[in-house]
């Protein structure tokens, strides 16, 4: 589950998950990396970016 409580309501309005764990394994979804913004040069911040959230999902699933 996000911490965000608007990301987490359309979460759970659409049937949506950041993770699922199964065991114990941990299946993730829905992470992108790509440009920062409009005018954005490379993908360096993007993979930052997507690598954050992705220790962020992995942390709240223990």
């Not at 608007?6 to 299946?27: C, K, L, P, S």
């Not at 913004?37 to 992705?54: N, P, S, T, V, W």
């Amino acid at each position: 589950m996000p911490d965000n409580p608007e990301a987490r309501a359309f979460q759970e309005a659409v049937g949506y998950a950041d993770a699922v764990i199964a065991g114990d394994t941990v299946y993730l979804s829905g992470v992108v990396a790509g440009p920062a913004g409009e005018g954005a040069a490379g993908l360096d911040a993007g993979y930052e970016r997507a690598f954050k959230h992705i220790a962020a999902t992995l942390s709240r699933g223990g």
